[in-house]
């Protein structure tokens, strides 16, 4: 892929200073790939992430998007592996490889937020992904996503009779007994519109959590630590 990419990010007036500083860096060593920033101030996601969207498609005259969440940092060679496998018809959208953090005994619990369809219309984490590849899935989440306009154009295109074109590609609430978030609902959309998501998996982002460690956290450590020297 070799046309321009507009890299965009919302935050709510500040943001990690490692994501910062890798942002400038990037922007630095491959500004004759990418053609601006994009930067949308606001705390409602659904909101600041559709505003995103649409200041890109009305504004830029760039090819791709590269949208990203600020509590991720941004390595060079995961922008590069993105960049080289995305395609404006095989491959229009591609995830980089983000982790979510659960609660667990041994927390955080690190969950891949890229997701595959388990066969009754919801979706599963896909853990046993293979190594440094670009895989096909069904959806992913927002940290990081690399989109070629024709796929949020598409979107716009196939929304439902009364919907703004302004606001219709991100859109959390319920779904059943279920809670949808924005991202998601924004994967069943592409799909509906008949556009494929992919992932790679050697463009790791890692991922900037906060937690209170505690003896119980301790204690847990040890206990895995254990089991593993045990095997």
């Not at 066969?119 to 690399?146: K, M, S, T």
């Amino acid at each position: 892929m070799k046309e321009t990419i507009e890299v965009g990010f919302i935050d709510g007036g500040q943001v990690e200073g490692a994501f910062a500083a890798d942002l400038a860096h990037l922007t630095l060593t491959r500004r004759n790939r990418v053609s601006g920033l994009i930067r949308v101030q606001g705390n409602l996601l659904s909101r600041a992430r559709n505003e995103l969207v649409a200041t890109f498609l009305e504004g830029s005259k760039s090819h791709w998007l590269f949208m990203v969440d600020t509590d991720h940092r941004l390595p060079l060679e995961s922008f590069d592996r993105m960049l080289e496998a995305a395609h404006a018809v095989k491959a229009p959208v591609v995830s980089a490889l983000c982790f979510a953090a659960y609660p667990a005994p041994l927390y955080p619990m690190p969950v891949p937020a890229i997701y595959k369809d388990n066969g009754d219309g919801r979706w599963a984490a896909f853990h046993d992904y293979p190594p440094n590849q670009l895989v096909e899935i069904d959806a992913a989440g927002a940290g990081c996503l690399l989109m070629h306009r024709t796929a949020l154009e598409a979107v716009r295109e196939a929304r439902a009779p009364g919907m703004s074109g302004h606001w219709c590609w991100f859109e959390d609430g319920p779904a059943g007994e279920n809670w949808v978030s924005e991202d998601l609902t924004f994967m069943q959309r592409l799909r509906a519109a008949g556009v494929s998501i992919y992932a790679h998996t050697g463009a790791v982002l890692p991922h900037i959590k906060r937690y209170v460690l505690t003896d119980q956290h301790h204690q847990d450590m040890l206990v895995a630590y254990a089991a593993e020297q045990g095997r």
